[in-house]
């Protein structure tokens, strides 16, 4: 592995001339300078980076990744390898150098890009102060606008409607594989505005299974891969060995296990082995916000909640909605640590926006459950905990009925708020990301014995199969 050469000097603002510091100080002085580098594009080479960007030196596949013009470039690898700040630098370089382009930043839903992607563009790759960050907050921003006429839109699969229907010469898409090959399609059809001199669909994700769609398409050359390591990180390697913060982060991953560990740790495309709910497949499963049952769902369709208690492992609450054939679609989640049962309380009233339960059916913590009664002024059930009998009463569930259709689903959009503990422990943030990491115990030898599964990151799915063994008989599925 060759070594990182030096980083390229300092270009704080402290660093600038004097007489540019002064200018970054007034009121417009960052929109003057940008639109001078545009009018006069020699004074962008003459001017430290700063001023218009902050300093940024990619290596390996983000080096690639910035002059790669290929139709569909995917950048993949494990947790924490920069791959969403080359994207994102690549994306600002380029509404810099071309006036009058326009790019589109989104994933699966808008909401999971506030905290994710824009606090990247804004805290690493625009500069400090930036008047492009001014305005409205991160939530409810539609565009960040260049003062050369150029636009970064930011959107959402999940609003499908807002983003499709214009034209872009890039198109950034994060974690790409929450993605269906519909949805990656159908954005291709919109890189057709023709300021830059070229139109990329551009991508990042962490690997998943080896038969995911993303992972086929590149295999088949229809989508350039670039695979992308934790050595291309700066902060986590240098000089030949790992950063204090990389031996960190490193020793972080390490304690991953399975399929998780195979993608975050080492970026393979990996299967699962032994999989609890091998009938689980998003493209079935998961809809989209323009499916969302909340949008059409009469008053009178009846909503239940489900609760598995946690504090140091999430506390999950979940609203489901019943349609009149009897299938179920969760369309409400909170998924969080740390939290109080009573804070907890106040944010489901709010959750739930007035919905009242026919049911609320509880894990067995007559702590957690007098709290919840007494501030959500509604009773509780125990929930029936058979393990065993539950898997298979939501196995049931996720197979088509006679209709065609399952019995389950999740809303794409259904989690209220991503906890960022989680997220930086690279844990499921919610139910829909634990059922590909579900696995049963393995025997004596290695192979799964399908007869308990491993007790870890299962809380959504535990409350889940509280909601369906309330709803469903257990003699239904052959347990007594």
Request: hydrophobic share 35%.
């Amino acid at each position: 592995m060759p070594m990182n050469p030096s980083p390229s000097p300092s270009t704080r603002r402290s660093d600038l001339p004097p007489s540019i510091r002064e200018l970054l100080s007034r009121p417009g002085g960052q929109t003057a300078i940008q639109a001078a580098c545009e009018a006069v594009p020699e004074l962008r080479a003459r001017l430290p980076r700063a001023a218009t960007t902050r300093s940024y030196t990619p290596w390996g596949a983000a080096r690639e990744a910035q002059g790669n013009r290929d139709p569909e470039l995917l950048l993949s690898g494990p947790a924490g390898t920069g791959k969403s700040i080359a994207c994102l630098h690549k994306i600002h370089a380029s509404m810099l150098r071309h006036p009058g382009a326009r790019a589109l930043i989104l994933r699966k839903t808008r909401e999971s890009l506030t905290e994710s992607g824009l606090v990247t563009y804004e805290e690493k790759v625009i500069p400090a102060a930036s008047p492009l960050s001014a305005g409205a907050q991160r939530r409810m921003r539609q565009s960040y606008r260049y003062p050369n006429g150029s636009e970064l839109v930011v959107g959402g699969m999940d609003k499908a409607s807002k983003v499709m229907s214009t034209e872009y010469d890039l198109i950034y898409v994060q974690e790409a594989t929450e993605l269906e090959e519909n949805d990656w399609e159908s954005l291709t059809t919109r890189l057709r505005n023709g300021v830059m001199p070229y139109q990329q669909l551009l991508a990042d994700c962490n690997p998943d299974r080896p038969t995911h769609w993303l992972k086929q398409r590149a295999d088949q050359g229809r989508t350039v891969l670039l695979e992308s390591r934790h050595e291309d990180n700066p902060l986590l390697f240098g000089g030949g060995d790992w950063t204090e913060a990389g031996r960190t982060y490193i020793d972080r991953l390490d304690r991953l296990t399975g399929a998780r560990r195979e993608r975050l740790r080492f970026g393979r495309w990996a299967a699962a082995e032994g999989l609890v709910y091998e009938g689980w497949d998003r493209a079935i499963h998961v809809l989209p916000n323009a499916a969302n049952p909340l949008r059409s769902i009469p008053a009178e369709w009846p909503r239940y909640w489900a609760v598995d208690f946690g504090y140091t492992n999430p506390f999950v609450w979940q609203q489901w909605a019943a349609d009149p054939d009897g299938r179920l679609y969760l369309e409400r989640e909170i998924y969080r640590t740390q939290t109080l049962v009573e804070d907890h309380a106040r944010a489901i009233l709010m959750a739930a926006s007035g919905a009242r339960p026919r049911a609320v059916v509880c894990d067995h913590d007559a702590d957690g459950k007098g709290t919840l009664e007494r501030h959500l002024g509604v009773g509780t059930l125990n929930a029936k905990k058979d393990i065993m009998a539950g898997i298979q009463a939501v196995h049931v569930r996720l197979r088509a009925a006679g209709d065609g259709k399952p019995r389950l689903f999740v809303m794409a959009d259904a989690l209220v708020e991503r906890d960022q503990e989680l997220i930086e422990a690279k844990r499921p943030v919610c139910t829909e990301q634990e059922f590909d990491g579900y696995q049963w115990q393995k025997g004596v030898d290695g192979k799964p014995n399908k007869e308990a599964p491993v007790d870890m990151d299962n809380h959504g799915l535990d409350a889940a199969r509280y909601m369906v063994m309330h709803l469903d008989p257990v003699r239904q599925w052959g347990f007594a």
